[in-house]
């Protein structure tokens, strides 16, 4: 049987397909019809560009409905889907693409020049709102395509993630793990025809891809598609939406926003909050101003979702809820016994959500997954008494700020490189508004000329942006346990603190 995830989909459409699956909120309804006659014309042009089942397919552009259409057109074609972060820059780009060998890259006109120097061997295509390279050379072409049959484990993704000396790391995401996971979802969170999701969200994350996007499709339901969060167009749509997904600075924005009301809020079936954690305050805050509670799931880029608050019973702050059907999860001590409730370990899961292993990466995969499947996720937790994992730290270092995961070593060996550095940690800060806020902490040579102004300015263009640290602290020293490694417990609590001077 064809395990493509695009059959998968096309099972589930609604049975009259000029419903529409889209709506651009001022403009265009794309219907499901629409959507599967432009995928089908992609798909022919990625393969008359040479691309063979297998291959990857890299894509950076921003969010249209377009772009939708070319997710599916991989998957039709048997390729390999690559979102990329809007934001990377250059010398990032340059590592995605030497690492993963794209047959294509599609990006926006205003990145053609660098793709295409730093993309020699593939073909770089552009596409936008209004078109593009893509989207002509798929005109004329034939409106239907015959869907690539897949192997459950044949790959259809590739997400990079960060690794634990810095290197991004790229976790091979099967048609399998998937489609496991969104049929988990649907069900879990109730999913139905009926349904209007309000997608503010990336659209080259998991939570945006995969969650949001998976979910409308297995359901035959519609999304109303925004290209970006902005709180008060959110709230005036809400009488509009069945269900809104988001990371906790969705929520903080929407509290902080005059029109955000419970009347605009009473149409809404369903609030879904993760990619980072949802603060107790946020979470009682919404209670009061809505009368709804915040559903907190627990995802990772290498298995999907793993945990959900239950959609009918108890959703408890602080907590993301019970393992999804068909997904395990165990927490060990450091002798790697099971835990008892309210005794932190390590969290690890197995299931079919979990990912075939890192890109080009075996010995990272055997560390990472064990010989019976089980997925060391990095994180730490307990159990409630009620059965709920509660995430309590990562004990990989890394920084999550509005959703998306940062790795300090990037930043810490650019600062480093600046004259007048004489090292710098960079670590995360709670926030409000983004969950954790960058910040770097330097120690400079004597005499130097570094303002804090100046580092940031050196990072803006050399890396994404929401890498870029909001604070610099100028520092004597870094502080150092008996080993010689830097403490950045310490320092997160000096700046937390307040302390100025780290």
């Known amino acids: 049987m064809d395990a493509n995830l695009y059959t998968l989909f096309e099972r589930h459409f609604p049975d009259e397909r000029s419903q529409p699956c889209l709506v651009v909120p001022g403009g265009a309804a794309i219907g499901y019809d629409a959507l599967d006659r432009l995928s089908a014309q992609i798909a022919h042009a990625l393969v008359a560009a040479g ?62 020049g660098v793709c295409a120097t730093l993309a020699r061997d593939a073909t770089v295509l552009t596409l936008d709102a209004h078109g593009g390279e893509l989207v002509d050379r798929a005109a004329g072409l034939p409106e239907t395509f015959v869907t690539v049959p897949r192997a459950p484990d044949d790959l259809a993704a590739i997400l990079y993630t960060s690794g634990t000396t810095g290197r991004s790391k790229g976790a091979m995401l099967s048609h399998r793990n998937l489609a496991s996971n969104a049929l988990a979802l649907v069900e879990a969170w109730q999913f139905n025809h009926g349904d209007v999701l309000l997608h503010a969200l990336p659209v080259y994350h998991v939570h945006g891809l995969f969650v949001a996007v998976h979910c409308v499709l297995l ?184 959703g998306l995961n940062i790795y300090p070593k990037e930043i810490e060996e650019r600062i480093d490189a600046l004259e007048g550095v004489v090292e710098s940690a960079v670590v995360g800060v709670a926030d409000a508004d983004f969950g954790e806020a960058v910040v770097a902490v330097v120690v400079a040579s004597d005499g130097h000329a570094l303002t804090e102004a100046s580092v940031i300015a050196s990072l803006r263009g050399e890396i994404a942006h929401f890498k870029v640290p909001k604070r610099v602290v100028f520092a004597l020293e870094l502080p150092r346990n008996a080993m010689g490694k830097v403490q950045k417990n310490a320092l997160r609590e000096k700046l937390a603190g307040g302390t100025a001077s780290a």
């Open 51 to 112: 691309c063979r089942p297998g291959d990857r397919v890299a894509v950076q552009v921003d969010k249209h409905w377009q772009v939708l259409a070319l997710y599916l057109a991989s998957l039709r074609a048997g390729l390999v889907y690559l979102p990329l972060n809007t934001a990377y820059q250059r010398g990032e780009l340059e590592y995605f693409f030497a690492d993963a060998r794209p047959r294509v890259v599609v990006c926006r006109d205003a990145m053609l």
């Open 219 to 402: 359901a035959g339901a519609r999304m109303l598609w925004l290209p970006r969060f902005d709180a008060h167009e959110v709230a005036a749509l809400l009488p509009k939406s069945t269900v809104l997904m988001g990371v906790p600075t969705f929520y903080t924005r929407l509290l902080a926003e005059p029109s955000f009301t419970r009347a605009a809020a009473a149409h809404v079936r369903l609030f879904v909050s993760g990619s980072a954690p949802l603060l107790a305050e946020t979470f009682a805050a919404f209670e009061a101003r809505t009368g709804q509670r915040i559903l907190e799931r627990y995802g990772l880029t290498e298995t999907g979702m793993n945990t959900s608050n239950p959609y009918a019973g108890p959703r408890l702050a602080g907590t993301v809820g019970p393992p999804l059907p068909g997904v395990e999860v165990r927490i060990l001590d450091e002798r790697h016994a099971p835990c008892a409730p309210g005794v932190v370990g390590a969290i690890e899961v197995r299931g079919p959500n979990v990912f075939r292993g890192y890109w080009q990466m075996p010995d990272k995969t055997r560390e990472a997954i064990d010989a019976d499947g089980w997925f060391a996720t990095g994180d730490l937790g307990s159990w409630s008494a009620e059965g709920y994992v509660v995430i309590s730290g990562r004990a990989k270092d890394l920084i999550i700020s509005g």
